[in-house]
């Protein structure tokens, strides 16, 4: 259930409270008598007061919740982490005691947003499957602060909801979550949050030539789709637009190169984590009403070693008349992207940045905690990219794109081969996608294959599926519209 935000001028000094507070003896105020004032401050941790904590007072007729946030000299995005953790904390704290409304204050700043971002990002549920669903008691959340406007709360609640959104795409199987049945999907959320959608079918797949797309259904029962998706306000301030491109296998068994059960193909309905975080940040773009000109591609399929399967040593040739040996049809998510990055052009794009959870090789590099970005653009596009990264700690470290990486693509009989080395895997997808985007717009790969997926729980990101991808490019492209 979306837990409802709303404004409040005011602390009702009788309701459950969590206030950030930078100094324990502002904790004073809200305690009902000596006992409890006495009772915070042997709370506190003496050893760790440069560090946030977060203090739990049950005052009988309601709960106090303190945020204690020193000041710090780390860069602001530490702090804001913090918060949103400490958020968290509260989340567990608001289950336990199963509240159904909290006030969350910071009377002159606005930390209260960050420790609101990371407790409704706790929040999230996926029970459409259980039997006996037993959805969380949180209903509302009022916000304090002279510092936050109202607007800025309900931009943070469309955050959180295309967030969920991508979550609810990745947590959702693929008996469900079809090719077909992701485009539906695509259209709901369109029609929600205000933003176009038109869905290619494996007709006009063919029509437009998406050698990719159709090599990789050749082995599936369910159609491809390719879907596009347009945020266009007619107050854009941008003319030539910002593409995200998103991997959307629906699932990867990798084709006849097919992958091992455990730890592997048992968690591959997440293969279109990067279609879901094109669809979460246009769906929280639209929501939000930025001013800003934005399309998503998605080529959809489900990668399957049917009868009809595409063979290693197989050759495709592409719409920009390149040719691939597939080496590997479990190296099919590059296959399908090619499609998109060749359809981007006739957009030109001022940037097209992909999402896609394309390597094991970014897992073993960054493991879950960052994701892994190259690209073509300029130097102060990346830079720009990483503090959005920074500030949302959705972070990123960059792979270089050197030539030589470029080397293990050659192909006896093609003009690359879609595998290279199991080295720095990684870097060679990004190589491999480089040869359809070529020299016509700025380029940025994000492998979101560390994290799009959890197999356990992070704090507000959660188990399963993340949203990874969302916040960044929702901090990111709002920058654009300024
Ligand atoms: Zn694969």
Not at 98 to 111: D, P, R
Not at 112 to 130: D, R
Not at 310 to 338: F, Q
Request: contains cysteine; charged residues 20%.
């Amino acid at each position: 259930m979306q837990v409802k935000l709303t404004p409040q001028s005011e602390i009702d000094s009788n309701q459950h409270l969590a206030v950030v507070i930078q100094d324990i003896q502002q904790a004073q105020n809200y305690c009902t008598n000596e006992q409890a004032w006495q009772y915070v401050q042997s709370q506190v941790d003496e050893k760790n007061k440069q560090r946030s904590q977060v203090i739990h007072l049950n005052q009988y007729t309601h709960h106090t919740i303190f945020v204690y946030q020193p000041q710090s000299s780390k860069p602001a995005y530490y702090t804001a982490e913090a918060l949103r953790k400490a958020g968290h904390t509260i989340w567990g704290i608001v289950s336990k005691e199963k509240l159904s409304q909290l006030q969350i204050a910071s009377l002159e700043s606005t930390q209260a947003l960050e420790v609101t971002e990371g407790l409704l990002l706790s929040s999230y549920q996926f029970l459409k499957y259980k039997k006996e669903p037993v959805p969380h008691t949180l209903q509302q959340l009022s916000i304090i602060s002279s510092a936050i406007e109202a607007s800025q709360i309900e931009e943070l609640e469309n955050i959180v909801a295309g967030t969920f959104a991508a979550r609810d795409l990745v947590n959702e199987p693929f008996v469900y979550l079809t090719a077909p049945q992701l485009s539906e999907e695509i259209k709901k959320l369109g029609l929600e949050a205000g933003f176009g959608v038109e869905v290619f079918d494996k007709e006009q797949i063919i029509a437009h030539n998406m050698e990719g797309v159709l090599t990789v259904n050749k082995g599936s029962v369910d159609p491809p789709t390719f879907n596009i998706l347009t945020h266009k306000p007619d107050n854009a301030v941008n003319e030539q637009p910002y593409i995200l491109v998103g991997k959307g296998v629906v699932y990867d068994t990798g084709g006849l190169s097919l992958k091992p059960t455990g730890k592997s193909m048992d968690f591959m309905k997440a293969d279109m984590g990067g279609a879901a975080a094109v669809v979460g940040s246009i769906y929280t773009l639209a929501k939000n009403n930025v001013p800003l000109y934005v399309i998503g591609l998605i080529p959809a399929t489900d990668n399957r070693p049917g009868l009809n399967a595409i063979t290693p040593g197989d050759v495709i040739t592409y719409a920009n008349g390149k040719s691939v040996e597939i080496m590997n049809t479990d190296a099919e998510g590059r296959l399908i992207l090619a499609d998109a990055l060749i359809y981007a052009r006739q957009f030109n794009p001022m940037l097209v940045l992909d999402f896609a959870t394309l390597t094991g090789s970014a897992v073993r590099a960054l493991g879950n905690e960052a994701l892994v970005m190259m690209g073509t653009a300029e130097r102060s596009t990346k830079n720009q990219l990483i503090e959005s990264s920074e500030a949302t700690y959705e972070r990123m470290v960059e792979f270089p794109l050197w030539e030589e990486y470029g080397e293990p693509l050659k192909s006896d009989i093609a003009d690359i081969n879609n595998l290279g080395t199991a080295e720095a895997q990684a870097i060679i997808a990004g190589k491999f996608l480089e040869h359809f985007v070529e020299e016509n717009y700025p380029w940025i790969h994000m492998d979101i294959a560390g994290t799009a997926f959890l197999h356990k729980p992070q704090t507000y990101k959660g188990k399963n599926g993340t949203g990874s991808g969302v916040r960044l490019m929702y901090h990111f492209l709002t920058s654009f519209a300024k």
